[in-house]
């Protein structure tokens, strides 16, 4: 069974500062990974997703994520974060040959000016 | 174009009333999702529509029945409402293709109390 760890329920940063949001994930086959954002009383938003190619992976919001095979992790990144990314940010993964997705806890994002 | 859409957005139901929640999608998706979240837990599936036609137990199935009207609308129905079943509700849409399921597209979700 595939299942998404997101090691924080809770990471604090400064306005400015680098952010990053941890996940780590286990799947049986090549994962389809993805990072979604909810803000309050509202659905989840896509932010971007790993399918296959560069490592690398460029989303929304001048966010970004790192897939790291050998470490079966896809963290979250972003260079300098603004007061407004202040939300509920999800990781989920889904085997190629699978029809669900399978989400993590959630990690709440707090930027501070 | 408006996405994922939900009704109701607030339900209060006592134990053993039923009760449907709708959802539609105008993106032409073919696959549609139910989805429950409860605080730490992040979400969970209940059933999915792969395609017009087909639907599917999900990670937690039991007290929910689903319905794929058509390729538009995608319901789900509490038969008897019970506490454990107090949560968030959220739909949701994708498109497959040649075996490639993308990025799914959330409604904004039922708040649902069953006292």
């Known amino acids: 069974a595939q299942s998404v760890a997101q090691p924080e329920d809770q990471v604090n940063v400064a306005e400015g500062n680098p952010l990053t949001v941890k996940c780590t994930y286990s799947?049986?086959?090549?994962?389809?990974l993805f990072w979604y954002v909810q803000y309050p009383n509202r659905g989840l938003q896509f932010l971007l997703k790993?399918?296959?190619?560069?490592?690398l992976v460029k989303g929304s919001y001048g966010f970004e994520a790192e897939f790291n095979k050998s470490q079966t992790s896809f963290h979250l990144k972003k260079p300098s974060a603004l007061v407004s990314d202040s939300a509920l940010y999800f990781c989920?993964?889904?085997?190629?040959?699978?029809?669900?997705?399978?989400f993590g806890g959630g990690t709440r994002l707090m930027v501070k000016p | 174009n408006a996405g994922v859409t939900q009704t109701p957005k607030f339900q209060v139901l006592k134990t053993g009333q039923s009760m449907t929640l709708q959802c539609a999608q105008d993106?032409?998706?073919?696959?549609m999702y139910w989805y429950r979240q409860d605080p730490g837990m992040g979400l969970r599936l209940i059933y999915y529509?792969?395609?017009?036609?087909?639907?599917d137990k999900g990670e937690v199935p039991n007290g929910y029945n689903v319905s794929r009207l058509n390729k538009r609308e995608f319901s789900l129905r509490l038969e008897s409402a019970a506490p454990s079943q107090t949560s968030v509700y959220f739909c949701?849409?994708?498109?497959?293709?040649?075996?490639?399921?993308?990025?799914?597209?959330f409604g904004p979700g039922t708040r649902l109390t069953v006292t």
């Open positions: 790993y399918i296959t190619g560069d490592n």
């Open positions: 949701a849409s994708s498109e497959t293709w040649a075996g490639i399921w993308y990025e799914q597209y």
């Open positions: 993106m032409n998706h073919n696959s």
């Open positions: 529509s792969a395609s017009e036609g087909t639907t």
């Open positions: 799947v049986s086959g090549n994962p389809y």
């Open positions: 989920a993964v889904r085997d190629n040959a699978g029809n669900m997705l399978t």
